[in-house]
Protein backbone atom coordinates (compact mmCIF):
# COMPACT_ATOMS: atom_id res chain seq x y z
CA UNK A 1 0.00 0.00 0.00
CA UNK A 2 1.13 3.76 -0.85
CA UNK A 3 0.86 6.33 2.13
CA UNK A 4 -0.69 9.16 0.90
CA UNK A 5 -0.24 12.06 2.74
CA UNK A 6 -3.28 14.17 3.77
CA UNK A 7 -2.58 17.83 5.37
CA UNK A 8 -3.90 17.42 9.12
CA UNK A 9 -6.79 19.35 10.01
CA UNK A 10 -6.50 20.89 13.31
CA UNK A 11 -8.46 18.97 15.84
CA UNK A 12 -6.76 19.76 18.58
CA UNK A 13 -8.07 23.73 19.57
CA UNK A 14 -5.21 25.91 20.11
CA UNK A 15 -5.50 29.12 21.96
CA UNK A 16 -5.31 31.23 19.14
CA UNK A 17 -8.42 30.51 17.66
CA UNK A 18 -10.35 29.55 21.18
CA UNK A 19 -7.80 32.03 23.33
CA UNK A 20 -6.70 34.65 21.80
CA UNK A 21 -9.47 36.81 21.84
CA UNK A 22 -10.44 40.58 23.59
CA UNK A 23 -13.91 41.59 23.47
CA UNK A 24 -14.12 44.72 25.02
CA UNK A 25 -16.49 45.93 27.56
CA UNK A 26 -19.41 48.34 26.97
CA UNK A 27 -21.43 50.71 29.25
CA UNK A 28 -24.41 53.05 29.24
CA UNK A 29 -22.55 56.47 29.63
CA UNK A 30 -25.57 58.49 29.60
CA UNK A 31 -29.73 58.71 29.30
CA UNK A 32 -29.37 58.44 25.20
CA UNK A 33 -27.92 55.08 26.47
CA UNK A 34 -30.36 53.80 28.68
CA UNK A 35 -31.14 50.82 25.89
CA UNK A 36 -27.81 49.16 25.81
CA UNK A 37 -27.65 46.93 28.73
CA UNK A 38 -30.48 45.38 27.49
CA UNK A 39 -28.50 45.63 23.57
CA UNK A 40 -25.67 43.85 25.20
CA UNK A 41 -27.31 41.31 27.04
CA UNK A 42 -29.03 40.13 24.18
CA UNK A 43 -26.43 40.27 21.81
CA UNK A 44 -23.84 38.44 24.06
CA UNK A 45 -27.06 35.70 24.41
CA UNK A 46 -27.01 35.30 20.55
CA UNK A 47 -23.19 35.19 20.30
CA UNK A 48 -22.57 32.83 23.04
CA UNK A 49 -25.49 30.07 21.81
CA UNK A 50 -24.16 30.59 17.86
CA UNK A 51 -26.92 32.71 16.86
CA UNK A 52 -24.34 35.29 14.32
CA UNK A 53 -26.52 36.08 12.44
CA UNK A 54 -29.38 37.01 15.00
CA UNK A 55 -26.80 39.02 16.80
CA UNK A 56 -25.40 40.98 13.56
CA UNK A 57 -28.51 43.87 14.04
CA UNK A 58 -28.12 43.60 17.39
CA UNK A 59 -24.66 45.05 17.14
CA UNK A 60 -25.06 47.39 14.70
CA UNK A 61 -27.76 49.15 16.86
CA UNK A 62 -24.68 48.97 19.48
CA UNK A 63 -22.36 50.88 17.15
CA UNK A 64 -25.16 53.58 16.25
CA UNK A 65 -26.28 54.20 19.61
CA UNK A 66 -22.53 54.87 20.64
CA UNK A 67 -21.53 57.08 17.37
CA UNK A 68 -24.89 59.08 18.20
CA UNK A 69 -24.21 59.72 22.07
CA UNK A 70 -20.43 59.56 22.40
CA UNK A 71 -19.55 60.65 18.65
CA UNK A 72 -17.81 59.17 15.99
CA UNK A 73 -13.47 59.00 17.65
CA UNK A 74 -15.03 57.75 21.15
CA UNK A 75 -12.87 54.66 22.21
CA UNK A 76 -16.97 53.26 23.32
CA UNK A 77 -17.53 53.68 19.78
CA UNK A 78 -14.64 51.94 18.87
CA UNK A 79 -15.05 49.09 21.41
CA UNK A 80 -18.55 49.05 19.73
CA UNK A 81 -16.68 48.53 16.06
CA UNK A 82 -13.89 45.86 17.95
CA UNK A 83 -17.01 43.67 18.76
CA UNK A 84 -19.17 43.89 15.94
CA UNK A 85 -15.72 43.27 13.97
CA UNK A 86 -15.31 39.81 15.88
CA UNK A 87 -18.72 38.91 15.07
CA UNK A 88 -18.33 38.96 11.64
CA UNK A 89 -14.58 37.11 11.90
CA UNK A 90 -16.38 34.37 13.37
CA UNK A 91 -18.71 33.69 11.01
CA UNK A 92 -15.58 33.65 8.68
CA UNK A 93 -16.93 36.94 6.73
CA UNK A 94 -13.05 38.35 7.25
CA UNK A 95 -13.50 41.03 4.11
CA UNK A 96 -16.37 43.04 6.61
CA UNK A 97 -14.42 41.92 9.77
CA UNK A 98 -11.52 44.20 8.67
CA UNK A 99 -12.99 47.48 8.33
CA UNK A 100 -14.45 47.79 11.49
CA UNK A 101 -11.45 46.42 12.94
CA UNK A 102 -9.15 48.85 11.22
CA UNK A 103 -11.48 51.40 12.22
CA UNK A 104 -11.82 50.80 15.74
CA UNK A 105 -7.61 50.57 16.02
CA UNK A 106 -7.64 54.06 14.62
CA UNK A 107 -10.22 55.07 17.29
CA UNK A 108 -7.98 53.77 20.16
CA UNK A 109 -4.64 55.08 18.38
CA UNK A 110 -6.02 58.51 18.10
CA UNK A 111 -8.03 58.94 21.69
CA UNK A 112 -5.20 56.64 24.05
CA UNK A 113 -2.31 56.38 21.83
CA UNK A 114 -0.03 54.25 20.34
CA UNK A 115 1.32 52.45 23.61
CA UNK A 116 -2.01 51.65 25.63
CA UNK A 117 -3.31 48.19 26.58
CA UNK A 118 -6.57 48.80 25.13
CA UNK A 119 -5.37 49.92 21.83
CA UNK A 120 -3.23 46.76 22.00
CA UNK A 121 -5.75 44.64 22.41
CA UNK A 122 -7.72 45.84 19.47
CA UNK A 123 -4.18 45.41 17.47
CA UNK A 124 -4.33 41.53 18.63
CA UNK A 125 -7.61 41.33 17.46
CA UNK A 126 -6.40 42.68 13.57
CA UNK A 127 -3.30 40.35 14.03
CA UNK A 128 -5.48 37.26 14.60
CA UNK A 129 -7.48 38.18 11.57
CA UNK A 130 -4.52 38.24 9.50
CA UNK A 131 -3.45 34.83 10.76
CA UNK A 132 -6.77 33.37 10.29
CA UNK A 133 -6.74 34.16 6.96
CA UNK A 134 -3.17 32.57 5.96
CA UNK A 135 -1.69 35.93 6.29
CA UNK A 136 1.08 35.33 8.76
CA UNK A 137 3.62 37.56 7.05
CA UNK A 138 1.04 40.36 8.63
CA UNK A 139 -0.35 38.73 11.71
CA UNK A 140 3.78 38.54 13.09
CA UNK A 141 4.46 42.04 13.04
CA UNK A 142 1.55 43.48 14.60
CA UNK A 143 1.66 40.43 17.28
CA UNK A 144 5.23 41.25 17.96
CA UNK A 145 4.20 44.78 18.50
CA UNK A 146 1.15 44.13 20.81
CA UNK A 147 4.07 42.14 22.97
CA UNK A 148 6.11 45.31 23.24
CA UNK A 149 3.15 47.49 24.22
CA UNK A 150 2.35 44.80 27.09
CA UNK A 151 5.65 44.28 28.32
CA UNK A 152 6.10 48.15 28.71
CA UNK A 153 2.77 49.08 30.06
CA UNK A 154 1.98 45.87 31.80
CA UNK A 155 5.32 44.66 33.03
CA UNK A 156 6.96 41.15 31.12
CA UNK A 157 5.46 39.53 34.28
CA UNK A 158 1.80 40.59 33.59
CA UNK A 159 -0.98 37.73 31.90
CA UNK A 160 -1.85 39.87 29.20
CA UNK A 161 2.08 39.74 28.02
CA UNK A 162 1.58 36.27 28.77
CA UNK A 163 -1.32 35.97 26.29
CA UNK A 164 0.80 37.90 23.64
CA UNK A 165 3.33 35.67 24.03
CA UNK A 166 0.95 32.54 23.59
CA UNK A 167 -0.18 34.31 20.24
CA UNK A 168 3.22 34.73 18.72
CA UNK A 169 3.65 31.52 19.97
CA UNK A 170 0.49 29.96 17.56
CA UNK A 171 1.72 31.75 14.58
CA UNK A 172 5.10 30.12 14.81
CA UNK A 173 3.04 27.09 14.97
CA UNK A 174 1.03 27.06 12.21
CA UNK A 175 4.34 27.96 10.20
CA UNK A 176 5.89 25.03 11.53
CA UNK A 177 8.76 26.81 12.98
CA UNK A 178 8.17 25.07 16.40
CA UNK A 179 11.86 25.90 17.65
CA UNK A 180 10.69 29.62 17.79
CA UNK A 181 7.29 28.06 18.98
CA UNK A 182 8.26 25.88 22.01
CA UNK A 183 10.10 29.01 24.37
CA UNK A 184 7.41 31.30 23.93
CA UNK A 185 4.95 28.79 24.96
CA UNK A 186 7.00 27.96 27.80
CA UNK A 187 7.82 31.49 29.19
CA UNK A 188 3.55 32.16 28.76
CA UNK A 189 3.10 29.17 31.00
CA UNK A 190 5.03 30.46 33.71
CA UNK A 191 4.00 33.73 33.90
CA UNK A 192 0.39 32.51 34.16
CA UNK A 193 1.35 30.07 36.50
CA UNK A 194 3.23 32.29 39.01
CA UNK A 195 0.68 35.69 38.05
CA UNK A 196 -2.34 33.57 38.51
CA UNK A 197 -1.60 30.01 40.33
CA UNK A 198 -0.91 26.61 39.19
CA UNK A 199 -4.98 25.92 38.42
CA UNK A 200 -6.12 28.64 37.00
CA UNK A 201 -7.72 28.10 33.53
CA UNK A 202 -5.25 30.25 31.81
CA UNK A 203 -3.01 28.12 32.77
CA UNK A 204 -4.94 24.94 31.15
CA UNK A 205 -5.24 27.11 27.93
CA UNK A 206 -0.89 27.62 27.86
CA UNK A 207 -0.72 23.29 28.60
CA UNK A 208 -3.22 22.97 25.77
CA UNK A 209 -1.41 24.58 23.43
CA UNK A 210 2.17 23.64 24.17
CA UNK A 211 1.06 19.62 24.47
CA UNK A 212 -0.65 20.61 20.56
CA UNK A 213 3.46 21.71 19.78
CA UNK A 214 4.95 18.37 21.33
CA UNK A 215 2.21 16.33 19.25
CA UNK A 216 3.03 18.09 16.44
CA UNK A 217 6.92 17.37 16.70
CA UNK A 218 6.11 13.82 17.51
CA UNK A 219 7.25 14.03 21.60
CA UNK A 220 3.97 12.17 22.57
CA UNK A 221 5.31 11.29 25.95
CA UNK A 222 5.67 15.48 27.18
CA UNK A 223 2.10 15.85 25.36
CA UNK A 224 -0.21 13.68 27.20
CA UNK A 225 0.75 14.36 30.66
CA UNK A 226 -0.13 18.13 29.56
CA UNK A 227 -3.57 17.69 28.72
CA UNK A 228 -4.16 15.52 31.25
CA UNK A 229 -3.17 18.13 33.77
CA UNK A 230 -5.16 20.55 31.53
CA UNK A 231 -8.34 18.57 31.95
CA UNK A 232 -7.59 18.25 35.57
CA UNK A 233 -7.49 21.75 35.88
CA UNK A 234 -10.75 22.53 34.08
CA UNK A 235 -12.70 19.83 36.01
CA UNK A 236 -11.74 20.68 39.20
CA UNK A 237 -11.95 25.02 38.86
CA UNK A 238 -14.67 25.46 36.49
CA UNK A 239 -16.71 22.22 36.66
CA UNK A 240 -17.14 18.76 34.56
CA UNK A 241 -19.81 20.30 32.36
CA UNK A 242 -18.14 23.79 31.28
CA UNK A 243 -16.61 24.33 27.43
CA UNK A 244 -13.76 24.45 28.44
CA UNK A 245 -14.14 21.34 29.92
CA UNK A 246 -15.27 19.81 27.11
CA UNK A 247 -12.73 21.34 24.82
CA UNK A 248 -10.38 19.70 26.85
CA UNK A 249 -11.44 16.24 26.79
CA UNK A 250 -11.82 16.58 23.17
CA UNK A 251 -8.19 17.63 22.71
CA UNK A 252 -7.13 14.74 24.87
CA UNK A 253 -9.77 12.30 22.92
CA UNK A 254 -7.90 13.51 19.63
CA UNK A 255 -4.78 12.84 21.12
CA UNK A 256 -5.96 8.55 21.95
CA UNK A 257 -7.74 8.64 18.52
CA UNK A 258 -4.74 9.48 16.66
CA UNK A 259 -2.71 7.25 18.55
CA UNK A 260 -4.85 4.60 17.74
CA UNK A 261 -6.26 4.19 21.43
CA UNK A 262 -9.82 4.50 20.07
CA UNK A 263 -11.27 2.40 23.10
CA UNK A 264 -9.88 5.79 25.30
CA UNK A 265 -10.95 8.60 22.87
CA UNK A 266 -14.35 7.01 22.35
CA UNK A 267 -15.82 7.95 25.83
CA UNK A 268 -14.01 11.38 26.17
CA UNK A 269 -15.86 12.47 22.61
CA UNK A 270 -19.27 11.35 23.43
CA UNK A 271 -18.70 13.04 27.29
CA UNK A 272 -17.72 16.25 25.32
CA UNK A 273 -20.42 16.43 22.47
CA UNK A 274 -22.63 16.08 25.45
CA UNK A 275 -21.58 18.97 27.41
CA UNK A 276 -21.58 21.00 24.54
CA UNK A 277 -24.95 20.16 23.56
CA UNK A 278 -26.42 21.16 27.00
CA UNK A 279 -24.72 24.15 27.18
CA UNK A 280 -24.79 25.57 23.75
CA UNK A 281 -27.62 23.62 22.16
CA UNK A 282 -26.95 20.76 19.01
CA UNK A 283 -26.28 23.72 16.59
CA UNK A 284 -23.53 25.58 17.98
CA UNK A 285 -20.14 25.55 16.14
CA UNK A 286 -18.84 24.01 19.75
CA UNK A 287 -21.05 21.26 19.11
CA UNK A 288 -20.58 20.62 15.38
CA UNK A 289 -16.68 20.80 16.09
CA UNK A 290 -16.69 17.90 18.57
CA UNK A 291 -19.45 15.79 16.61
CA UNK A 292 -16.94 16.26 12.98
CA UNK A 293 -14.26 14.60 15.72
CA UNK A 294 -16.02 11.82 16.86
CA UNK A 295 -17.27 10.89 13.33
CA UNK A 296 -13.46 10.88 12.41
CA UNK A 297 -12.48 8.87 15.01
CA UNK A 298 -15.29 6.38 13.11
CA UNK A 299 -13.56 7.00 9.72
CA UNK A 300 -10.29 6.58 10.96
CA UNK A 301 -11.51 2.68 11.95
CA UNK A 302 -13.28 2.36 8.45
CA UNK A 303 -17.06 2.31 10.78
CA UNK A 304 -18.37 4.12 7.85
CA UNK A 305 -21.58 3.77 8.48
CA UNK A 306 -21.49 5.25 12.06
CA UNK A 307 -18.95 8.52 10.72
CA UNK A 308 -21.61 9.10 8.09
CA UNK A 309 -24.52 10.43 10.31
CA UNK A 310 -22.03 12.51 12.44
CA UNK A 311 -20.16 14.14 9.69
CA UNK A 312 -23.77 14.99 8.21
CA UNK A 313 -24.99 16.55 11.36
CA UNK A 314 -21.84 18.94 11.77
CA UNK A 315 -22.25 19.84 8.24
CA UNK A 316 -25.87 21.01 9.09
CA UNK A 317 -25.11 22.72 12.08
CA UNK A 318 -22.20 24.63 10.73
CA UNK A 319 -23.92 25.75 7.50
CA UNK A 320 -27.05 26.59 10.09
CA UNK A 321 -24.94 28.51 12.36
CA UNK A 322 -22.14 30.27 10.57
CA UNK A 323 -23.69 30.08 7.35
CA UNK A 324 -23.05 28.24 3.83
CA UNK A 325 -20.12 29.90 3.17
CA UNK A 326 -17.61 29.63 6.37
CA UNK A 327 -13.98 27.89 6.36
CA UNK A 328 -15.44 25.68 8.88
CA UNK A 329 -18.66 24.62 6.45
CA UNK A 330 -15.88 23.73 3.86
CA UNK A 331 -13.89 21.31 6.18
CA UNK A 332 -16.82 19.67 7.14
CA UNK A 333 -17.45 19.22 3.36
CA UNK A 334 -14.28 17.75 3.05
CA UNK A 335 -14.74 15.19 5.75
CA UNK A 336 -17.89 14.11 4.36
CA UNK A 337 -16.06 14.01 0.69
CA UNK A 338 -12.93 12.18 2.15
CA UNK A 339 -15.85 9.38 3.37
CA UNK A 340 -17.47 8.70 -0.08
CA UNK A 341 -14.41 8.59 -1.48
CA UNK A 342 -13.24 5.69 0.83
CA UNK A 343 -16.44 3.91 -0.24
CA UNK A 344 -15.39 4.64 -3.68
CA UNK A 345 -18.37 6.84 -4.28
CA UNK A 346 -17.32 9.52 -6.39
CA UNK A 347 -20.37 10.74 -7.65
CA UNK A 348 -21.23 11.96 -4.13
CA UNK A 349 -17.51 13.09 -3.38
CA UNK A 350 -16.77 15.30 -6.50
CA UNK A 351 -19.48 18.14 -5.77
CA UNK A 352 -18.63 18.42 -2.33
CA UNK A 353 -15.02 18.57 -2.75
CA UNK A 354 -15.84 21.34 -5.34
CA UNK A 355 -18.10 23.26 -3.09
CA UNK A 356 -15.97 23.22 0.24
CA UNK A 357 -13.00 24.58 -2.71
CA UNK A 358 -15.14 27.63 -4.08
CA UNK A 359 -15.97 28.31 -0.53
CA UNK A 360 -12.04 28.51 0.88
CA UNK A 361 -11.14 30.65 -2.33
CA UNK A 362 -13.95 32.95 -1.56
CA UNK A 363 -13.00 33.13 1.87
CA UNK A 364 -9.42 32.84 2.02
CA UNK A 365 -8.28 33.09 -1.14
CA UNK A 366 -5.82 30.82 -3.39
CA UNK A 367 -3.04 31.02 -1.99
CA UNK A 368 -4.16 29.98 1.50
CA UNK A 369 -2.81 27.06 2.71
CA UNK A 370 -6.02 25.52 3.73
CA UNK A 371 -6.98 26.22 -0.10
CA UNK A 372 -4.21 23.99 -1.10
CA UNK A 373 -5.58 20.94 1.20
CA UNK A 374 -8.93 20.65 -0.80
CA UNK A 375 -7.04 21.03 -4.02
CA UNK A 376 -4.80 17.87 -2.96
CA UNK A 377 -8.26 16.48 -1.59
CA UNK A 378 -9.76 16.70 -5.36
CA UNK A 379 -6.56 15.62 -7.04
CA UNK A 380 -6.62 12.66 -4.71
CA UNK A 381 -10.37 11.87 -6.06
CA UNK A 382 -9.41 11.73 -9.89
CA UNK A 383 -6.56 9.95 -8.96
CA UNK A 384 -9.18 7.68 -7.30
CA UNK A 385 -10.81 7.47 -10.41
CA UNK A 386 -7.86 6.52 -13.07
CA UNK A 387 -8.52 10.33 -14.29
CA UNK A 388 -4.73 11.58 -14.24
CA UNK A 389 -5.74 14.06 -16.76
CA UNK A 390 -7.39 15.89 -14.01
CA UNK A 391 -5.65 15.38 -10.95
CA UNK A 392 -1.91 16.36 -11.99
CA UNK A 393 -2.42 20.09 -12.47
CA UNK A 394 -4.36 20.08 -9.43
CA UNK A 395 -1.49 18.44 -7.23
CA UNK A 396 1.20 20.70 -9.39
CA UNK A 397 -1.12 23.80 -8.09
CA UNK A 398 -1.58 22.56 -4.59
CA UNK A 399 2.77 22.12 -4.41
CA UNK A 400 3.45 26.00 -5.76
CA UNK A 401 0.76 27.07 -2.88
CA UNK A 402 2.29 25.55 -0.50
CA UNK A 403 5.72 26.55 -1.74
CA UNK A 404 4.59 30.16 -1.86
CA UNK A 405 3.21 29.90 1.94
CA UNK A 406 5.45 28.14 3.55
CA UNK A 407 9.03 27.44 1.48
CA UNK A 408 10.64 25.02 -0.22
CA UNK A 409 11.69 22.70 2.97
CA UNK A 410 8.52 22.92 4.85
CA UNK A 411 6.84 19.61 5.77
CA UNK A 412 3.37 20.63 4.37
CA UNK A 413 5.78 21.52 0.80
CA UNK A 414 6.78 17.78 1.51
CA UNK A 415 3.49 16.24 1.62
CA UNK A 416 2.95 17.85 -1.65
CA UNK A 417 6.12 16.59 -3.22
CA UNK A 418 4.91 13.26 -2.07
CA UNK A 419 1.65 13.16 -3.05
CA UNK A 420 2.67 14.34 -6.77
CA UNK A 421 5.28 11.86 -6.98
CA UNK A 422 2.20 9.05 -5.76
CA UNK A 423 0.81 10.41 -8.95
CA UNK A 424 3.69 9.88 -11.22
CA UNK A 425 4.28 6.77 -10.07
CA UNK A 426 0.89 5.40 -10.71
CA UNK A 427 0.78 6.78 -14.36
CA UNK A 428 4.15 4.81 -14.74
CA UNK A 429 6.34 8.17 -15.11
CA UNK A 430 8.67 7.06 -12.72
CA UNK A 431 11.74 9.57 -13.64
CA UNK A 432 9.34 11.98 -12.49
CA UNK A 433 8.32 10.59 -9.15
CA UNK A 434 12.03 9.07 -8.12
CA UNK A 435 13.46 13.02 -7.39
CA UNK A 436 9.92 14.07 -5.87
CA UNK A 437 10.26 11.31 -3.02
CA UNK A 438 13.90 12.04 -2.49
CA UNK A 439 12.93 15.54 -2.06
CA UNK A 440 10.65 14.97 0.64
CA UNK A 441 12.30 12.11 2.02
CA UNK A 442 15.39 15.07 2.75
CA UNK A 443 12.71 17.48 4.25
CA UNK A 444 11.54 15.18 6.95
CA UNK A 445 14.59 13.93 7.66
CA UNK A 446 15.82 17.90 8.23
CA UNK A 447 12.83 19.24 9.73
CA UNK A 448 11.14 16.12 12.24
CA UNK A 449 12.63 14.14 14.41
CA UNK A 450 14.22 11.24 13.38
CA UNK A 451 11.06 8.93 14.43
CA UNK A 452 8.57 10.76 13.31
CA UNK A 453 5.51 8.61 11.57
CA UNK A 454 5.35 11.35 8.52
CA UNK A 455 8.93 10.40 8.11
CA UNK A 456 8.41 6.72 7.72
CA UNK A 457 5.37 6.99 5.74
CA UNK A 458 8.12 8.90 2.79
CA UNK A 459 10.60 5.94 3.21
CA UNK A 460 7.95 3.16 2.69
CA UNK A 461 6.39 5.51 -0.82
CA UNK A 462 10.12 5.79 -1.88
CA UNK A 463 10.15 1.71 -0.94
CA UNK A 464 7.02 0.87 -2.90
CA UNK A 465 8.27 3.40 -5.96
CA UNK A 466 11.69 0.89 -6.00
CA UNK A 467 9.85 -2.10 -5.69
CA UNK A 468 7.28 -0.88 -8.58
CA UNK A 469 10.53 -0.51 -10.25
CA UNK A 470 11.95 -3.90 -9.94
CA UNK A 471 14.90 -3.16 -7.78
CA UNK A 472 14.83 -4.64 -4.33
CA UNK A 473 17.96 -4.27 -3.25
CA UNK A 474 16.81 -0.55 -2.77
CA UNK A 475 13.29 -0.95 -1.69
CA UNK A 476 14.08 -3.56 1.13
CA UNK A 477 16.12 -1.05 3.44
CA UNK A 478 13.92 1.59 3.10
CA UNK A 479 10.62 -0.47 3.98
CA UNK A 480 12.16 -1.77 6.88
CA UNK A 481 13.45 1.42 8.17
CA UNK A 482 9.85 2.84 7.55
CA UNK A 483 8.93 -0.84 9.75
CA UNK A 484 10.84 0.27 12.22
CA UNK A 485 10.44 4.40 12.40
CA UNK A 486 6.58 3.47 13.14
CA UNK A 487 6.91 0.64 15.66
CA UNK A 488 9.51 3.01 17.46
CA UNK A 489 7.06 6.10 17.36
CA UNK A 490 3.61 4.66 17.69
CA UNK A 491 3.75 1.54 19.55
CA UNK A 492 4.37 -2.23 18.24
CA UNK A 493 0.26 -2.59 17.69
CA UNK A 494 -0.44 0.62 15.64
CA UNK A 495 -2.51 0.20 12.67
CA UNK A 496 0.10 2.20 10.42
CA UNK A 497 2.58 -0.52 11.89
CA UNK A 498 0.03 -3.32 10.26
CA UNK A 499 0.35 -1.22 6.96
CA UNK A 500 4.38 -1.31 7.09
CA UNK A 501 4.04 -4.53 7.61
CA UNK A 502 2.00 -5.29 4.69
CA UNK A 503 3.90 -3.29 2.11
CA UNK A 504 7.27 -5.41 3.95
CA UNK A 505 5.25 -8.59 3.15
CA UNK A 506 4.14 -7.96 -0.56
CA UNK A 507 7.91 -7.23 -1.13
CA UNK A 508 9.09 -10.39 0.11
CA UNK A 509 6.01 -12.24 -1.64
CA UNK A 510 7.32 -10.42 -5.41
CA UNK A 511 10.63 -12.03 -4.67
CA UNK A 512 9.34 -15.05 -3.50
CA UNK A 513 10.37 -14.81 -0.13
CA UNK A 514 7.44 -16.55 0.84
CA UNK A 515 8.60 -17.90 4.54
CA UNK A 516 9.33 -14.28 5.08
CA UNK A 517 6.50 -12.48 3.95
CA UNK A 518 3.63 -14.98 5.76
CA UNK A 519 3.97 -13.99 9.26
CA UNK A 520 4.07 -10.37 8.38
CA UNK A 521 0.74 -10.76 7.15
CA UNK A 522 -0.49 -12.80 9.78
CA UNK A 523 1.31 -10.25 12.40
CA UNK A 524 -0.52 -7.09 10.22
CA UNK A 525 -4.23 -9.37 10.45
CA UNK A 526 -3.61 -9.72 14.19
CA UNK A 527 -2.83 -5.96 15.08
CA UNK A 528 -5.88 -4.89 12.51
CA UNK A 529 -7.70 -7.33 14.57
CA UNK A 530 -6.67 -5.75 18.28
CA UNK A 531 -6.97 -2.30 17.05
CA UNK A 532 -9.75 -1.77 14.69
CA UNK A 533 -11.88 -4.96 15.43
CA UNK A 534 -12.44 -8.73 14.59
CA UNK A 535 -15.30 -6.99 12.05
CA UNK A 536 -13.80 -4.20 10.67
CA UNK A 537 -13.20 -3.37 6.90
CA UNK A 538 -9.52 -2.87 7.22
CA UNK A 539 -9.51 -5.89 9.20
CA UNK A 540 -10.98 -7.73 5.91
CA UNK A 541 -8.58 -6.37 3.90
CA UNK A 542 -5.82 -7.89 5.77
CA UNK A 543 -7.61 -11.30 4.89
CA UNK A 544 -7.61 -10.12 1.10
CA UNK A 545 -4.19 -10.17 1.29
CA UNK A 546 -3.60 -13.29 2.78
CA UNK A 547 -6.21 -15.22 0.79
CA UNK A 548 -4.24 -13.78 -2.15
CA UNK A 549 -1.15 -15.15 -0.77
CA UNK A 550 -1.98 -18.39 0.20
CA UNK A 551 -3.54 -18.73 -3.85
CA UNK A 552 -0.42 -17.68 -4.72
CA UNK A 553 1.61 -20.21 -2.82
CA UNK A 554 -1.02 -22.96 -3.88
CA UNK A 555 -2.33 -23.57 -0.33
CA UNK A 556 -5.95 -23.26 -1.30
CA UNK A 557 -7.63 -24.28 1.79
CA UNK A 558 -6.43 -21.50 3.59
CA UNK A 559 -6.87 -19.25 0.71
CA UNK A 560 -10.77 -20.08 0.72
CA UNK A 561 -11.14 -19.50 4.86
CA UNK A 562 -9.46 -16.14 4.66
CA UNK A 563 -11.53 -15.03 1.55
CA UNK A 564 -14.51 -16.09 2.75
CA UNK A 565 -14.04 -14.12 6.00
CA UNK A 566 -13.18 -11.09 3.83
CA UNK A 567 -16.67 -11.57 2.34
CA UNK A 568 -18.43 -11.59 5.54
CA UNK A 569 -16.62 -8.67 7.29
CA UNK A 570 -17.82 -6.29 3.97
CA UNK A 571 -21.55 -8.17 3.93
CA UNK A 572 -22.15 -7.44 7.42
CA UNK A 573 -20.39 -3.85 7.17
CA UNK A 574 -22.21 -3.28 3.80
CA UNK A 575 -19.08 -2.15 2.25
CA UNK A 576 -18.13 -2.96 -2.06
CA UNK A 577 -15.30 -5.58 -2.14
CA UNK A 578 -11.42 -4.00 -2.39
CA UNK A 579 -8.79 -4.29 -4.68
CA UNK A 580 -6.71 -2.55 -2.41
CA UNK A 581 -5.78 -5.36 0.30
CA UNK A 582 -3.37 -2.89 2.02
CA UNK A 583 -5.97 -0.03 2.37
Given at each position: MIWRFLHPRLWIAVGLLFGGLTVLELSAQDETEQELPALISQYSKLYQTGKFKEAIPIGEKIVALREKSLGPDHPGTGAALNNLAELYRTMGAFDKAAPFYDRALSIFEKALGPEHPDFASVLNNRALLYSQTGENAKAEPLYQRVLKIREKALGPAHPDTAASLN??????????????????????????????????????????????????????????????????????????????????????????????????????????????????????????????????????????????????????????????NHPETATSLECLGELYQARHEYAKAEPLYQRALQIKEKTLGADHPSYAQTLGDQASLYQDMGDYSKAEPLYERMLKVEEKAHGPDHTATATSLNNLALLYDQMGAYDKAEPLYQRASKIYEKSLRPNHPDAGKAFGNLASHYRKMGDYGKAEPLQLRALKIHETALGSNHPDVAISLLNLGELYQDTGLYAKAEPLYLRALKIRETALGADNPKTAAACDTLALFYWTTGKSAKAESFSQRAGKIREQNKEPARTNAGA
Open positions: SLAVVYYQQGDYAKAEPLYQRALKIREKALGAEHPKVALSLNDLAALYIATDDYAKAEPMLRRALKIREKVLGPEHPDTATSLNNLAAFYRDRAEYAKARPLFERSVKICEKVFGPDHPATAFTVNNLGTLYYQTGEYARAEPLYQRALQSREKSLGP
